[in-house]
């Protein structure tokens, strides 16, 4: 499993130090075991969550990268801290929040935290439209909401000049025509995930 995440990393122009590999190899048994009680993921075979959950992750790195990684980035609906945890451990100079309005995955998150050592990783337990906090340079989310409740739920929660980073399958074009007309969708970048035959994308958004 190691052999095949080193060389997905490599696939998508990360260089990852051996301590991030064995950091997200560490998230992984963790999600793993969790997963038996907390029911955090349907998907329960450890090659697929590989693919399907932590490599999916890592494709959004190096866009997210090449965006800037922000100071503090938001994970809404984060779940089993997907993506927000995979950003922690590539992005240690980002601050991470990842929100879920389910006790028990805010709670795993604080534990993956813990367990591997990640300062710049928090779990909190709000519903994201109740969330009382600083503002975030980078809002995302995976399989969250629709593109129009989750600009709503998390516009009072973007810094001045931050974005909008929704990670979707196909490309949503439906839901890119029901946006209002205050957001602005600059970007619909494709993503290939190796080891994954599916349509991938990432629908960046600001506020105009």
């Not at 945890?85 to 100079?93: A, F, N, Q, T």
């Not at 629709?146 to 998390?154: A, C, G």
């Not at 602005?184 to 990432?202: K, M, S, T, W, Y």
């Amino acid at each position: 499993m190691k052999d095949t995440l080193e060389s997905a990393a490599r696939e998508l122009g990360l260089d990852l130090s051996d301590a991030q590999i064995d950091q997200l190899l560490a998230y992984l048994a963790l999600l793993q075991k969790w997963n038996k009680v907390y029911n955090l993921t349907a998907v329960r075979d450890p090659a697929q969550m590989l693919t399907h959950h932590l490599l999916d992750s890592l494709s959004v790195i190096a866009p997210l990268q090449r965006h800037g990684a922000p100071a503090r980035l938001l994970d809404v609906g984060a779940g089993g801290g997907l993506p927000g945890v995979v950003i922690s451990i590539c992005c240690p100079g980002t601050d991470v929040s990842c929100v879920d309005a389910v006790a028990k995955k805010a709670t795993f998150i604080q534990q993956v935290a813990a367990e591997l050592k990640l300062p710049n990783l928090r779990g909190v337990h709000s519903r994201v439209e109740a969330l009382k906090t600083e503002p975030f340079g980078v809002i995302t989310s995976r399989a969250f909401a629709s593109l129009v409740d989750f600009t709503n739920l998390t516009r009072q929660h973007l810094a001045e000049g931050a974005v909008w980073m929704a990670m979707k399958g196909q490309h949503p074009a439906d839901e890119i025509a029901a946006l209002p007309a205050d957001v602005d969708v600059f970007h619909v970048e494709q993503l290939a995930v190796p080891g994954l035959n599916a349509q991938r994308c990432i629908v960046w958004m600001r506020p105009r």
